[in-house]
């Protein structure tokens, strides 16, 4: 119904928003607060002679704690972007996924239920058990092991805040790409709250609020915030009929704060959030036919198509014909306690947190009807992490330091099912019947992980306009791992097997490089591992005039060693980086314009790369790479009723030294072998993965000013060019250069309670691959990709209080 409702009402919504096209709501990349407030709106040539008149067509100050400190956006030297949280609720945002396209160099996809992010072309194309991200997360201070644990996680929200670039010295630990910072609501000290509903395409229904204010006046404050999100499927199963690409979210947030004294406060947090419905890759590529993006793995399916063994494809690409119903079952969960307190000139800050996830995913390999290739995957985290900062703000001075513990246990479990109709051929023992469909390979793994780090950063300035950063970590990971793997080809293949195996860590076995072929006995661990590194950080930064500031920097940047669980590879090394940088904040013509430019040059050791090997999808280290490019966001408001902004990415990315082995192409290139003397390929010159050349977003407003409220009419235009999903740089395994048209229309009432939105995104509807694999060899190499979202129209009615 909800379909049919929308669709009869596209011609004439998009008749009207593809005029505003060209215009975007809420500058969503630039400031906290853009739209400016109804009254007296002086022209530009009563400024000019009036400096007591009041220009609404100013652009606010933004605060961001990027440095751990509150400091104005355009003040901090670093390339940042900050998105409020009125901003990501009036343009429908309630997923990391739509931070793509309001991020210079930020590139977003999902596999198997977590987020894959790509910031600058660095990125983790992976679902490696315990594999660790280059761009981390934070939640309220709190960083976040599992980028999965923050799909849910967009509600309520005080700001996001992007750091581009390795922020090795004060976040430490995987952010050789940069770090997200998702800021919540804090109580209030009245009571005050919001409540939000959206209904749209696919009987979208989401429900939003939060209720906030004093238990005890002044001492003690609370905050209870929620969301709802229900959807309708993208596609369906064309073999059994069931809708897939649905979405089922739930989240809830509660927040305590107590304030003890005038100078001691005690915030208390917890969340939860659970998904389960049947997200799913889209399209398996077949010999039979060309995949719409492009042409596929030269070498087909080998040593067996789906088709062969009864496998009927889909007809379209948002849909599968499979034999098995994708799902997804995530949790999570978290708490932490934040200590504030302020020692005269001296402030201490304590953030004790532990957090949890349980994910599950489960598809098909071959995306057909045939059975053949079904996959799961389920990861469970623990992590527990301590954060201790002492910091002083002076006149000419501040600085922070701090010592820092992380722990994690990660449990891991992957199984594919194989037919026994693939495995007769490449010589395994008939020990199911043919055509059975048998547990195949499995893998039971756990890695423990502890992290200790100590930090510092300080800024001095020099004069007036000039200010000198110096800062350093040093850091220290110890890892272990418990690392089982075998083929079981006796047993029915069970979606829930992992269920019933053994928790790895009961073995009473030796340790053992190497796994078995059949059986589950002689795989018990791998060695310890121990990891160390110093991360400096040196800075200038100079205010040219009062409204225009230059900076300059050099950082270093490291990620932790992985082991390649759940299969006889040996661990990778730390990935580390050298990042320098050179940039401009400006805010011009009487804060009507802002400009903000960036330029960077990675230099690149040891790059962690994912790649599938053999049965398994593993990482390795390429040598070298090479990263350089240009950003920009800017934002031009010569009236108080027109912005028009734009926010592009310039990047170029190479491997310097790099050859890899591929399982889709087992010859090689005839003149290259890799260190173990397989067939290779010379990667040098590849384009890294995830690392669209260019990108950007053109936007504009145009605001209508009654005296029932105001009017704002947006529209955007965002273009990504081609993306490689692997390093080897095919065009069977890339997305195609893609544009993409949004629109809006939100209407705020004068007195600023009630706010009514309509958003469009994906006018021209068109199928886009946001990412992709290949699978092993075993499997036919299929390609799978994931799609983006269709046209979607979403109407929201939200009421503050």
Known sequence: MGRKF????????L????SAALLPGAALAQTSADIPLAGDRPELSELETNPDATDTAR??????????????LQDTPLAITAVSGDALRNAGIANIDALATLVPGLQIGQSYGSANISLRGISLNAVNFGAENPIAFHIDGVFVARPAAVLSGFYDMQRVEVLRGAQGTLYGRNTTGGSINMITADPTSEFSGYGQFTYGDYDHVAFEGAISGPIIE??????????????????????TGQEIDDNQERAVRAKLLWNATDALSVMFEADYAKADDHQTPHYGGTPLGTPPWGVLMPSGFAPFDPVDVGGILPSDVRN?????????????????????WALGPIDLKSISAYRGSNTLAVGD??????????????DRSRQLSQEFQISHQGDNSNWIAGLYYFHERDRGHNSAGLNTLILDPLGFAPIAPPGTLVQGYYAGTIVETDAYAVFGQYTQDLTDRLSLTLGARYSIEDKSAI?????????????TAFLNMPDPSTFNLQCAEGLPTIGFGTTPCVPEKSFYSFTPKIGLDYQVTPSILVYASASKGFKSGVYNLGTAQPPVNPEKIWDYEAGMKSTLFNDHLRFNLSGFFYDYEDLQVNKVKDQSVILENAATAEIYGLEVETAFRPTDAIQIDFSGSYLNTEFSEYVSADNARPLGDGVTFDEFGA????????????????SGLLGANYTFFTPKGDLTLRGEVAYTSEVYWTPYNLDSTATQPRTRFNASAVFESADKRWTAALNIKNIEDEVEITNGFVSATIVGNVVNAYTEMPRTIDFTLSYNF
């Open 6 to 13: 929308m669709g009869h009402c596209n011609n004439q919504l």
């Open 365 to 378: 390999l071959d995306q057909t009807s045939a059975v053949f290739a079904p996959v799961v995957l389920a």
């Open 218 to 239: 002044d001492k003690l404050l609370f905050r209870l915030s929620f969301r709802t999100d229900e959807r309708d499927g993208w596609g369906k199963n064309e073999f």
């Open 679 to 694: 067939p290779a390929f010379n990667l040098e010159g590849n384009r890294l993965p995830q690392s669209p050349e260019l």
């Open 320 to 340: 599968i014909s499979s034999d098995l119903e994708p799902y997804r079952d995530n949790e999570f969960w978290g708490t932490s306690i934040t200590i504030d």
């Open 15 to 18: 008749s009207l928003l593809a």
């Open 483 to 495: 690392n089982q793997g075998a083929f079981d080809l006796a047993n029915p293949f069970s979606e």
């Open 59 to 72: 652009f606010e100050t933004v605060i961001v704690t990027a440095q751990k400190r509150s400091e104005s």
